[in-house]
């Protein structure tokens, strides 16, 4: 079987675990219970995000989308310290 043949096995299957994991990180999102609970969510689903565009990129062989990956890993990250620091300083105030 070349690589191709196994590729177009695969595909399916990692785009249906990365859309179940997307769907239980939103539902974590939604129901919290807390807001530390809600960011995590958030990162998680933005590094699903990136893990379909990775999936994608090398399903269609595109090396333009594995820029666009990187580009929403780093914007992710710096949203993740943002929300951080909020949720650090506003429980030092209380």
Aim: proline share 3%.
């Amino acid at each position: 079987m070349s690589a191709g043949g196994v590729l177009a096995i695969v595909d399916p299957v990692i785009f249906s675990m990365l859309s179940v994991a997307l769907f239980l990180a939103f539902v974590r999102l939604v129901r919290g219970p807390s807001l530390p609970d809600r960011v995590v969510a958030l990162d998680l689903i933005a590094a699903l995000t990136v893990g379909f565009i990775a999936v994608y990129a090398i399903d269609t062989g595109e090396r333009v989308f594995l820029d666009v990956a990187i580009v929403v890993a780093l914007i992710t990250f710096l949203g993740t310290v943002a929300f951080a620091r909020y949720i650090e300083r506003r429980a030092s105030s209380e």
